[in-house]
């Protein structure tokens, strides 16, 4: 419950700070966000190739399990 208040406080005081009747941080804000754009694009990018990597070995694993084993011939 704690966790919950705390987050819509600091949820508040992030939304008075960017409004131009609040602090007026606005500017300073989209500035951030145009310089942070681009690190989490890149960030975000590289995830993707992880999961997209894990994903390749999962479907291999997969197919692999699927196949079914010749099984040796007895001889006799």
């Known amino acids: 419950m704690k966790a919950l208040l ?3 406080v600091f949820i508040l005081a992030a939304v008075l700070a960017i409004i131009p009747a609040g602090l007026g941080w606005s500017g300073d804000v989209l500035a ?6 681009p690190v989490i694009a890149v960030l975000i990018g ?15 694993e997969a197919k692999k399990e699927d196949t079914p084993e010749e099984k040796p ?3 006799e």
Do not use: P
């Open 46 to 60: 590289i995830i993707a190739v992880f999961i997209g990597i894990a994903d390749i070995k999962d479907r291999a």
């Open 32 to 37: 951030f966000l145009r310089g942070a754009a």
């Open 73 to 75: 011939k007895d001889a």
């Open 6 to 8: 705390l987050g819509l």
